[in-house]
């Protein structure tokens, strides 16, 4: 059965760095991504990373600052954030799918998703 657990979630100062982990099981998929959810806000888009050529893409407000990356050996999905600040704070998900490129951001496009980790930015 597919499961996908994240980890690395946690108290940061802004400024400071985080790296997130999602180990995957199960299956393997075209398409991993990293979606957040902040206090009273819906569920957005924050990386991808598609299988086919490696690309990966970004929300506008972490591009330069977070990097997502996969180990494809192990099935491992990784985020890492830099210079976060307040408005990072969020409950971070890693999700999966096959979805097309148009789909790549949106929610509705992955049918599996970990429990979340909690990333609080505040000093």
């Known amino acids: 059965q597919v499961q996908l657990v994240e980890s690395g979630g946690g108290l940061v100062q802004p400024g400071g760095s985080l790296r997130l982990s999602c180990i995957v099981s199960g299956d393997t998929f075209g398409t991993y991504t990293w979606f957040r959810q902040p206090p009273a806000k819906e569920r957005e888009f924050v990386a991808a990373w598609r299988r086919s050529g490696g690309y990966t893409y970004y929300e506008d407000s972490v591009k330069g600052r977070f990097t997502i990356s996969v180990d494809k050996a192990i099935n491992a999905v990784y985020l890492q954030m830099n210079g976060l600040s307040p408005e990072d704070t969020a409950v971070y998900y890693c999700?999966?799918?096959?979805?097309?490129?148009?789909?790549?951001?949106?929610?509705?496009?992955?049918?599996?998703w970990g429990r979340g980790t909690q990333v609080t930015v505040s000093s």
């Open positions: 999700a999966a799918g096959r979805p097309i490129l148009s789909n790549i951001r949106s929610v509705s496009a992955y049918g599996y």
